[in-house]
């Protein structure tokens, strides 16, 4: 008998059984035996091996047993893939976080929320007096905002210059002198322009600060630095909003700044905006050669001292000179806040500026009329040389012409001065000197001016040599 035939005689004999109601166990046993071999070659896979598909749920691969073990083997894998890819996202989520944070760090997005103390104190130990909060976020604030801020910052300097002689050779007069200047500390230290108050510091002159509320203070001067146009003043207040500063070195061409001051005396709290025009301008403001930035916020006589601010509030220059030639407009010059503050840090902790290069020389400079004249070269004139000093060690001697230092060419004493700014005390450079027809250089280490920024410095003696351009037809 043929397979085929054993099939389909035993198919038979159970639905006879059946449907004559007579249960032959054995016979029905047997054909749904041979109907389950035939059909499970099909679902069956290896033992040990992931297939990418489900097992095939035909009528009777669904007994218990097949159904269990492959419930439960789904399942266990579903799981294990679930929370693999959980982790994967985690991994590949926090990593793209990072670089994402640490680029965003790097161009300046987010700002540190520190504090800023005057005076190099340390984080740690502050000193609530002399503190500057920091402005956090990369975002601007309004101008209006930026005005009620200056507003708790900003003071008018009021003094006035006694006039030599009157008619007749009476005493004279005095002439009022108006300025602007900016509170840098909670207890009254205010930083301004030296020039604000040369006429006052010179002459003992009082010196008046007034406060938007309109209460009144008279000033000291804690120190100035005649060479930057900087002056530190103090009052008995407390409790006082200082400025915020700002950093001028990263100040950019074409940022926005505004200017507030008192323009004339009259227009007390006059706000004026523009950009910054120019970097490293090199300007002379009444014999002094200072380094500055250009702006073009409208200022006037009266805004000296006053503060320029940034778009986050912050102070990044002090006005110090405007372009006074016919009609022109929109040309001011600021000094750098960084330079300003390293200057009033000085005078405030040490009161005096220190690290500042001395030669000991008293000099006059030599113009190209002198030159001209006595067949010399431009340069400064030595006239006396201090005994122990630096150029008395360097081999300087009285009637020497300077005409370089270091790498700066030295035409008149306002340049000696700005070459000099380049150092410090304890700094070894190259010095020329003109003498007897030739150029000279020595070799000059500088000692440090313990006077320098000192409200009072010592006379200084007249030279023994006599001034050799007395009598210059």
């Not at 030295?410 to 000197?433: P, Q």
């Amino acid at each position: 008998m043929m397979p085929e035939d054993f099939d389909k005689e035993t198919e038979d004999a159970a639905a006879d059984a059946v449907s004559n109601d007579r249960k032959d166990d054995e016979v029905f046993t047997v054909a749904q035996t041979r109907m389950t071999v035939r059909e499970l070659p099909v679902n069956m896979y290896s033992p040990g091996i992931y297939a990418n598909k489900p097992y095939s749920r035909g009528k009777n691969a669904d007994s218990p047993s097949h159904k269990s073990v492959s419930k439960s083997s789904f399942n266990t894998m579903s799981f294990i893939r679930a929370v693999s890819l959980v982790l994967i996202c985690t991994l590949f989520s926090a990593a793209a976080a990072y670089v994402v944070m640490d680029f965003r760090f790097a161009r300046g997005d987010f700002r540190v929320n520190n504090n800023v103390v005057l005076g190099g104190r340390p984080p740690e130990a502050p000193d609530n007096n002399y503190v500057a909060p920091l402005i956090t976020g990369p975002e601007g604030i309004s101008a209006s905002d930026i005005y009620d801020i200056a507003l708790t910052q900003v003071v008018g300097i009021n003094t006035e210059a006694m006039d030599s002689m009157g008619i007749f050779g009476f005493p004279g007069g005095s002439t009022p002198i108006s300025g602007t200047g900016f509170i840098i500390s909670t207890d009254g230290y205010i930083l301004t322009n030296y020039h604000v108050v040369e006429a006052a510091h010179t002459g003992n002159t009082p010196i008046n600060i007034v406060l938007s509320d309109g209460s009144s203070y008279e000033a000291v001067v804690v120190g100035v630095e005649s060479f930057s146009d900087v002056a530190v003043l103090k009052i008995d207040a407390d409790n006082l909003n200082p400025a915020v500063f700002g950093d001028s070195d990263m100040i950019r061409v074409g940022q926005t700044v505004y200017a507030v001051g008192n323009p004339f005396g009259d227009f007390v709290y006059t706000m004026t905006d523009g950009i910054v025009s120019a970097l490293d301008r090199i300007v002379s403001v009444d014999g002094r050669t200072i380094s500055t930035f250009q702006f073009s916020a409208a200022v006037n006589s009266g805004n000296s001292g006053g503060p320029i601010y940034n778009t986050l509030g912050e102070v990044i220059g002090i006005v110090t000179a405007k372009v006074i030639r016919g009609n022109v407009e929109g040309i001011g010059f600021a000094i750098p806040i960084n330079d300003a503050v390293d200057i009033a840090v000085e005078l405030i902790e040490h009161g005096y500026i220190s690290g500042r290069p001395l030669l000991g020389v008293t000099v006059q400079t030599v113009s190209r009329a002198h030159a001209d004249y006595f067949e010399w070269v431009v340069g400064v004139y030595v006239r006396s040389v201090n005994g122990g000093s630096a150029a008395e060690k360097a081999g300087i001697r009285v009637g020497d012409i300077i005409v370089s230092l270091a790498d700066d060419e030295v035409s008149s004493l306002e340049t000696l001065k700005f070459a000099l700014r380049r150092h410090k005390a304890g700094d070894t450079v190259k010095i020329g000197i003109w003498r007897s027809g030739e150029v000279v250089e020595l070799t000059i280490t500088f000692d440090e001016d313990l006077y320098a920024g000192r409200p009072q410095r010592p006379d200084v003696p007249d030279p023994d040599s006599p001034n050799p351009f007395e009598n210059i037809p």
